[in-house]
């Protein structure tokens, strides 16, 4: 079973930038879809962006044009850069794999589409 490990959260003010990573071991699909979403509490988890095993990126609203995702095909780990932080930003991130293409964003950030999730990492924006 996928294994998945985020790192990078931390505070940072409005309108800076963070990077965040997600180790990931344990599959080998050849065709997958990698994800990253976030959760505020009292709220169920909210896609972000993704991409494919072919280097396709999808964005949600909320992403685009201030977050790029990317991934490290040599050792699987995924990243997410955030720039342009806004206050609403703030959540605790959590990444995840599932195998199949990505198809489009709607399918992309489907939550109930992942089983294998990492313990999360938060990110604090603040004015």
């Known amino acids: 079973q996928a294994q998945l490990v985020e790192s990078g959260g931390g505070s940072v003010q409005s309108g800076g930038s963070l990077r965040l990573s997600c180790a990931s071991s344990?599959?080998?699909?050849?065709?997958?879809?990698m994800a990253w979403f976030r959760q505020v509490p009292d709220n169920g988890r909210e896609g972000v962006a993704a991409i494919d095993s072919e280097g396709t990126e999808f964005y949600t609203d909320s992403a685009k044009g201030r977050f790029t995702v990317s991934r490290d095909k040599t050792n699987g780990t995924l990243y997410l850069l955030m720039n342009e932080l806004k206050l609403e930003d703030t959540a605790t991130y959590f990444c995840?794999?599932?195998?199949?293409?990505?198809?489009?964003?709607?399918?992309?950030?489907?939550?109930?589409?992942?089983?294998?999730w990492g313990q999360g990492t938060q990110v604090t924006v603040s004015s």
């Open positions: 344990g599959y080998s699909y050849q065709l997958y879809c």
């Open positions: 995840t794999v599932r195998p199949g293409r990505c198809g489009n964003v709607y399918q992309a950030t489907l939550v109930n589409l992942y089983v294998v």
